[in-house]
């Protein structure tokens, strides 16, 4: 997605006179949001690069780009969207984060207890999970419980996402 989104923006912006400072700029805006902001996943970081290279590009055409050019690029980088979301032969991982009270399951010689657990209290099967803030205080830890709908027991599956009580 990358590639793509860098090639239209190259191509088209080719004929735009650009300043130094306008690149400087460019990186100090993706520093920002990259340094600054709570971490986000590499999917959301696609999704706001591929937001600002059709704000930069759009706000960037001048006579030397053509209404027709724009639109081409523009319905080419929305579909190649859809293209890798929807329809690419891959999984979808949905995610749920949870307070988790067994605190001496979070250590890596348990992780099949953990997840053994996970599967037993929440009734969906666990495909992975990170580790976020521990309290050792209140002996919890902030999970993020990752899972494949496509996997699920739908009966079990739907009873699980309908018990939000630990959110």
Same mark, same amino acid.
């Given at each position: 997605m990358f590639? %793509?989104?860098? %090639? %239209? !923006?190259c191509i088209l912006m080719n004929n735009v006179k650009l300043s130094m400072g306008f690149g400087f700029g460019l990186f100090a805006i993706f520093s920002i949001i990259r340094y600054r902001t709570e971490q986000l996943e590499v999917k959301d970081m696609t999704y706001l690069f591929a937001a600002i290279c059709l704000a930069v590009?759009?706000? +960037?055409? *001048?006579?030397?780009?053509? +209404?027709?050019? #724009? #639109? $081409?690029?523009? *319905?080419m980088i929305l579909l190649l969207v859809f293209v890798l979301e929807q329809v690419w032969l891959t999984?979808?991982?949905?995610?749920?984060?949870?307070i988790y009270e067994r605190i001496e399951l979070i250590k890596?010689?348990?992780?099949?207890?953990?997840?053994?657990?996970?599967?037993?209290? +929440? *009734?969906?099967r666990v495909s992975r999970v990170?580790? *976020?803030?521990?309290? !050792? !205080?209140?002996?919890?830890?902030?999970?993020r419980v990752f899972y494949f709908e496509d996997e699920q027991d739908h009966?079990? $599956?739907?009873?699980?996402?309908?018990?939000?009580?630990?959110?």
């Open positions: 590639n %793509f989104l860098i %090639f %239209f !923006l590009i759009n706000a +960037l055409a *001048g006579k030397k780009i053509s +209404l027709a050019e #724009l #639109l $081409f690029t523009n *319905g999984r979808h991982e949905a995610m749920r984060q949870l890596p010689a348990n992780r099949e207890a953990l997840y053994a657990d996970l599967r037993d209290r +929440l *009734g969906i990170e580790i *976020g803030r521990i309290d !050792l !205080l209140r002996d919890t830890a902030m999970l009966e079990n $599956f739907r009873e699980a996402i309908r018990d939000d009580g630990d959110d």
